[in-house]
């Protein structure tokens, strides 16, 4: 369980178990509007042990306006990608005024086979779409809780630009360095020919770039937080409450006190406690805890190792406590979530 200085986010991508895929294939010809149910009516169908849940959908062709509740609508441009982050239920339209028809009047019933064309609108100007989702076994709340509602990736002449939209945001739109630009370009334009053909193995390949985009992306937008801005990628920018995390990462299972814990990092334990709870929202033993009982549900679903061993490795001193602490944070003992989960379906592609 050893975590390299940096490499905190690829830790906790890791535990959760990040993946994506491709629901389908659109050609909308305008004038065209759909609305996308929130991701927590897809989940069960889709990805049911899933419980993160986040959208994509890639602009191949054309343009088209997208919005979220209470934001104002976003233009999007061919080559542009969008995240939906928290899975937000959001319209998108060749034009903001039209009445959106519900997605899930246009799409086969679920579950469908492979990445069925979805064709829709009034045959004017067509916009093109690959639209997918990301998903994780677990959601890690400090980091999703605080992304935006939407982040729009947009691709052109100028290079490639991130930009946020949502009321806990306040992150301009900022340019991504040239050398990423240039690889995230080659990497969204390949992910579209890979979903808009039928090789083998397509499928595999295209859940395997939505991952690498949408990390990418997290890696840049946590690079262009505003100063004052809150949350866990604001405090893996700050060099104090990065080392703390960085070592509660690496050794999870230390019996550390905040006194310590102060002392590796270099500073005071008020000065340490004070930084990390107005960054996180949480103080660094809870989060200790809180990151334990990620780990025990990682090796719990592993089904290789008894309760008292899970116990050990994140470092309770018997399965006693460790059920305890499990059942108060997860709300069953683990034995009984580890049943469960076990038994849930498999996914459905």
């Known amino acids: 369980m050893q975590v390299s200085t940096m490499d905190v986010l690829s830790d906790v991508l890791r535990v959760v178990r990040l993946s994506g895929a491709v629901f389908f294939v659109a050609e909308f010809s305008s004038p065209w509007a759909i609305e996308s149910p929130p991701s927590r009516r897809l989940a069960p169908f889709i990805m049911p042990h899933a419980e993160c849940f986040s959208l994509f959908h890639v602009l191949a062709e054309g343009s088209c306006w997208v919005q979220v509740k209470g934001e104002p609508p976003l233009n999007m441009q061919a080559g542009d990608v969008l995240i939906v982050p928290q899975g937000d239920e959001h319209m998108m339209a060749s034009d903001p005024a039209l009445r959106p028809v519900p997605m899930r009047e246009l799409v086969p019933q679920i579950p469908w086979p ?62 991504v360095p040239p050398h990423t630009g240039r690889w995230l370009s080659t990497t969204l334009d390949y992910m579209v020919k890979e979903a808009q053909t039928q090789k083998p193995g397509n499928e595999s390949m295209v859940a395997r770039l939505t991952e690498l985009m949408f990390v990418e992306v997290l890696r840049h937008y946590m690079q262009k937080l505003a100063p004052d801005q809150k949350g866990w990628l604001a405090g893996l920018n700050d060099p104090g409450v990065n080392r703390a995390i960085t070592m509660l990462h690496a050794e999870p299972a230390r019996a550390w006190t905040v006194e310590d814990l102060a002392r590796h990092v270099g500073v005071s334990r008020s000065a340490l406690a004070d930084r990390f709870t107005d960054l996180i929202g949480e103080s660094p033993m809870r989060y200790l805890t809180s990151w334990r009982m990620h780990l025990a549900k990682q090796l719990l679903f592993e089904g290789n190792r008894s309760l008292a061993e899970v116990a050990e490795c994140i470092g309770y001193e018997s399965e006693y406590t460790f059920n305890r602490a499990f059942k108060r944070q997860i709300g069953a003992p683990p034995a009984v979530w580890r049943k469960k989960a076990l038994a849930r379906p498999a996914a459905r592609p």
Request: glycine share 16%.
């Open 114 to 175: 492979g990445m069925p064309p979805v064709i829709h609108g009034g045959g004017g100007e067509v916009a093109r779409f690959v639209c997918g989702y990301l998903h994780c076994d677990q959601k890690f709340n400090p980091l999703f809780s605080t992304l935006p509602k939407l982040l729009c990736v947009r691709s052109g002449e100028g290079g490639v630009v991130v930009e946020p939209v949502g009321p806990k945001n306040r992150t301009s739109a900022a340019a």
